[in-house]
């Protein structure tokens, strides 16, 4: 039984809005079918916007679904939330999940204004197609992956798109050390209290974008 609440659009997965259905409806074109729908959103959002986890505004509406659409770089959260609204509006239900990870190939400038390899509420959607629901981790583009020597994420409608535990080399990439589970909208109050509790020194340093920190391994 599909809850309501999975296809209803909210304040932040607004996808009742013209911005997320003209994103959605771009992504999709010609396609009916939900899983092959639901492949063209995942790589539209995966590689239309690319990944910088420092362009963390604190204002909630940088976290809207509308708003998002006309990123040219952003971080794991508001990627998933515009994936689950544009699912949304193409009829698919959707939803957030979220996991504390540990990225041991982060940069060390990175690292180091955070205080740890543990990013906290990794973000991701859930998309129920054919009645199995799928987690998909859309955050690094393309271009990213092949900078950092990592596995590209793929969806293809039959498994989970979701970080990888090795590198390209055989280096340990990404370890989920905690499931938070499933939201049907985003708690984000939650999310910037642990962040203000257990990033501090990040959450002051603000810069807003990985070139105006001088990490050249997220800069374009």
Known sequence: MIDPAWLAPTWFL?????????????????????????IALFHQVRDGIRYDPYNTDHAPEAFRASTIVGSEANWCVPKSVLLAAAARNRGIPARL?????????????LAEQMGTDIFMWHGYAQLLLNGRWFKLSSAFNIELCQKFGVKVLEFDGTA????HPFDQAGNRHMEYVRERGSFDDL???QIQADFAEFYPQFQAAGP?????????????
Not at 20 to 36: K, Q
Not at 97 to 109: E, I, P, Q, W, Y
Not at 160 to 163: G, K, P, Q, S
Not at 208 to 220: K, W
């Open 208 to 220: 807003s974008s990985a070139t105006e920190a001088g990490d050249t391994e997220f800069s374009p």
């Open 187 to 189: 708690p984000l109050d």
């Open 14 to 38: 607004d996808a009742d809005s013209e911005r997320v259905g003209d994103y959605a409806a771009d992504a999709a074109g010609d396609l009916s079918d939900p899983v092959e729908v639901a």
């Open 160 to 163: 989970d798109a979701l970080m």
């Open 97 to 109: 999940g979220f996991a504390d990870v540990r990225n041991h190939l982060t940069s060390k400038k």
